[in-house]
């Protein structure tokens, strides 16, 4: 082959109309067969690879495809089934992937993890974000006894079907270092166990599988190792040195390519450009500032992968930019050894722009999702070889420029306001202490105030209500009255059973982003943008294309309402900055942080006017903080800087006795808690209840001086908790901080959630907060 190839690295297999989680969910309600839903499978994999094969891609990924999860799937290949799945251990099925990632739903005795919780056996294996992405993958977990064998076909079947399609397709799968990186031990003998002393035993059925993939025909085979983009330790670097000389040879005829990407190589460079393998992908998008050094140092007898088109978002690529950059590389290398992709799989866009017909049109033209990026990356490629027409650059080059100067974009008021802002607009008037004494006497609230999180059940007839006033089948008076009946009905809920601070219910939302990027301009909604979270779950996010504001209050027409139903101190409820971004496909034409302190604004002045309708305490969710950490820790500083103070610039504009309280959930805060203590909130809730208040540990040895309500119980579970547990969580919580400064919640928002449960819950809640003020006296309060 003598000319500049294409490739992709994973194509989305949710399918354009989200068909595959139709049909997988109708096969676990048994609507479907295991072999309707097969067939479904057959369906969409096949159009999947003559959409790509259309769209002028020489080298498309096979076992890119899952029912619902490709690392699980390399669980099962790699017969990495957990044991306490019994029979499904020893001979993987179709059904397996299921059990693992559902658990098994038939009845079993209790069996101790070492979490410190009891599970009934066949408990599903753990699920979590992969990388810095909104992708779930299910977590490899290793034994000390964990042995490896070839034990699925997925990889070779799927081969072989795109085969007798006739596409010679490239087989995709995680590398063996990732693989084991990724994964955790889950062993109560050996809790301490190096997951990386599995590397040879690993390694041998790696051999196997592409040993298998040669003789079957594949010429080249994809090894994905984002972690390559991380900080590594020895043993991972080592891991590599050892296993890919051996990889390199077990493939024989086939060849190899590594992938990395979400980021830089940075010190890992030397060690990447060293693997024994014929290619090397890395992404040009995030690794943009490290491409000429990676082409300078590139090995004669390797072939770059240059992934120029950014697989993480959604905006079109600008030819001129990524042509320079192509250009440079096929000078350097020659056009046999240059290969264009995308940056890593799509399987983080969504699927295509073509079903969009409600979208902007001026914004849908500077947009590009999977279908249209492997367009653009055949496009690159027409042009580099001289063989596409120019009016392809000319009007690329056309829709970038209208998109710079748009006047949708550009709101010279909000840039104004932005460059005016000064340090000192991110402080509160008074310190903590101040603030405190002005809040207690103001609020006048017991010792452990009970409050929740905010959400109420967002039960069938909510949804199905808001469904009809946006289909416009339920007249908006109506909608409204419905909206204010539910509200009037939790508001008295909680005033019946004893809640000291109520909350509205967020009955009128959607979802805790959409509600508000529905009201602020700079953002904009697609019918289809769906991307594959875990599983069968999907989500839409927003696009942030332009200047953020807030033409109008959001929340306090029902914020108001919900005041005027009680003598309570009624919390008034938001989403933070951080939460709104990470949760968006954001703008590539201005740095993150400038676009987080836009949404900071408009949040803030949501805040004061709250505080102006007489709301006294005001909760600005921020569970996405941790999740936007950069993958190296070096980075960290520099994004937690501007992530509290875009936090703080929300929460400054008020008044001393107003009380900012904030919510995060899942985190881990031992390596932040920093940083969350300079958020500087009045009050912070957190999840505590699955970790047993170990998640206290951070606060306490740190000092933590502002109030605090670590979640009581978990409310991922219909179990009611019983007064008895959340006391005992509670008193443990008051052994380690000051008893003044605990407040009593649950882990997160009940939504979720059905009511019967919820009642009982909330009625124990408030019991376990009186008793505890019976037993627990504190001084000087
Ligand atoms: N206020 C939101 C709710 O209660 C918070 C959700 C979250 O933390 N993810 O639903
Ligand atoms: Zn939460």
């Not at 912070?684 to 309500?709: H, K």
């Amino acid at each position: 082959m003598s000319t500049i190839r294409t490739h992709n690295l994973g194509y989305p297999r949710i399918g354009e109309q989200r068909e595959l989680k139709q049909a997988t969910e109708s096969f676990w309600q048994g609507k479907l067969t295991c072999e309707e839903l097969q067939e479904t499978g057959r369906k969409l994999r096949r159009q999947n690879w003559l959409k790509q094969q259309a769209a002028g891609i020489d080298l498309i990924p096979v076992n890119d495809f899952s029912f619902y999860d490709h690392i699980l799937d390399a669980s099962c290949l790699l017969g990495n089934v957990p044991s306490r799945f019994g029979k499904a251990a020893d001979a993987a099925d179709f059904e397996t992937q299921f059990t693992i990632a559902r658990g098994q739903r038939s009845t079993g005795g209790e069996d101790a993890c070492g979490c410190g919780q009891s599970h009934a056996a066949g408990f599903a294996s753990e699920m979590t974000k992969w990388f810095d992405t909104n992708y779930h993958y299910i977590v490899p977990e290793f034994r000390a006894d964990t042995r490896f064998r070839l034990a699925a076909t997925k990889l070779f079947d799927e081969f072989a079907e795109a085969l007798a399609l006739g596409i010679h397709a490239k087989p995709v799968l995680v590398g063996p270092v990732t693989y084991l990186s990724l994964g955790k031990v889950q062993d109560t003998e050996n809790p301490d166990f190096d997951p990386f002393t599995l590397l040879d035993g690993l390694v041998t059925v790696y051999e196997e599988i592409l040993a298998r993939l040669a003789v079957q025909g594949a010429d080249w085979i994809q090894l994905d190792e984002p972690v390559l983009a991380l900080d590594l330790n020895d043993r991972q670097r080592d891991a590599f040195l050892e296993c890919y000389p051996r990889l390199a040879r077990a493939a024989g005829s086939a060849k190899l390519l590594v992938a990395s990407y979400f980021g830089e190589l940075r010190d890992n460079l030397p060690l990447f450009l060293g693997l024994p393998v014929a290619a090397l992908h890395i992404d040009g998008v995030r690794g943009k500032d490290e491409i000429a050094t990676v082409i300078a140092r590139f090995p004669s007898d390797k072939i770059l992968s240059l992934g120029v088109v950014d697989g993480r978002n959604i905006w079109k690529n600008e030819f001129v930019e990524s042509l320079a950059i192509l250009g440079h590389a096929r000078e350097t290398l020659g056009k046999e050894r240059l290969w264009i992709s995308p940056s890593c799989s799509l399987i983080h866009a969504p699927v295509t722009l073509e079903n969009e017909r409600k979208l902007d049109a001026e914004i849908k033209g500077w947009l590009a999702f999977a279908d249209q990026k492997l367009a653009e990356v055949a496009s690159l490629s027409e042009i580099l070889r001289g063989r596409a027409s120019v009016t392809l650059l000319v009007e690329n080059e056309a829709s970038h420029l209208a998109r710079r100067n748009s006047p949708r974009i550009h709101n010279a008021q909000v840039k104004a306001r932005l460059a005016a802002v000064v340090s000192s607009d991110s402080n509160r008037r008074s310190a903590f202490p101040e603030r405190q004494k002005l809040q207690r006497a103001k609020l006048g609230l017991p010792l452990f105030p009970t409050t929740t999180i905010g959400s109420f059940p967002q039960t069938q007839e909510v949804r199905s209500a808001r469904a009809k006033w946006k289909n416009g089948t339920l007249p908006a008076v109506a909608y409204d009255a419905f909206i204010k009946e539910e509200t009037r009905r939790c508001v008295a809920f909680q005033d019946e059973i004893g809640i000291d601070m109520p909350v509205h219910g967020e009955f009128e939302r959607n979802d805790m982003v959409e509600y508000f990027g529905e009201q602020l301009d700079g953002f904009t909604f697609t019918s289809h943008g769906w991307v594959q979270s875990y599983g069968t779950r999907c989500v839409k996010p927003p696009i942030i294309f332009g200047d953020v504001s807030r033409p109008q209050p959001m929340t306090t027409y029902w914020s108001g309402f919900a005041k005027s139903l009680t003598e309570k101190p009624m919390k008034g409820m938001l989403t933070g900055p951080v939460t709104i971004l990470q949760w968006s496909f954001v703008r590539n034409d201005q740095p993150r942080e400038t676009t987080t302190r836009q949404i900071a604004l408009a949040i803030r002045d949501e805040v004061v006017d709250l505080e102006g309708i007489g709301i006294a305490a005001i909760q600005i969710d921020e569970p996405a903080i941790r999740e936007g950490l950069p993958l190296r820790r070096a980075d960290w500083e520099s994004y937690l800087a501007w992530a509290v103070d875009a936090f703080r610039l929300c929460a400054s504009g008020v008044r001393d006795e107003t009380q900012i309280h904030t919510h995060m959930c899942y985190s881990e805060f031992n390596d932040i808690i920093g940083a969350i203590a300079a958020l500087d909130a009045d009050v912070i809730t957190i999840e505590t209840s699955r970790s047993n208040m170990e998640l206290l540990d951070a606060f306490v040895d740190f000092n933590y001086p502002n109030e605090i309500g670590p979640g009581v119980y978990d409310i991922h579970s219909p179990r009611v908790a019983e007064v008895r547990e959340m006391e005992n969580l509670m008193t443990k919580a008051a052994a380690l901080l000051p008893a003044g400064n605990l407040w009593v919640n649950p882990d997160c928002g009940l939504k979720t959630r059905g009511w019967p449960e919820v009642r009982t819950s909330l009625e124990n809640m408030v019991a376990c907060a009186r008793k505890l003020r019976e037993q627990v006296v504190v001084p000087n309060i």
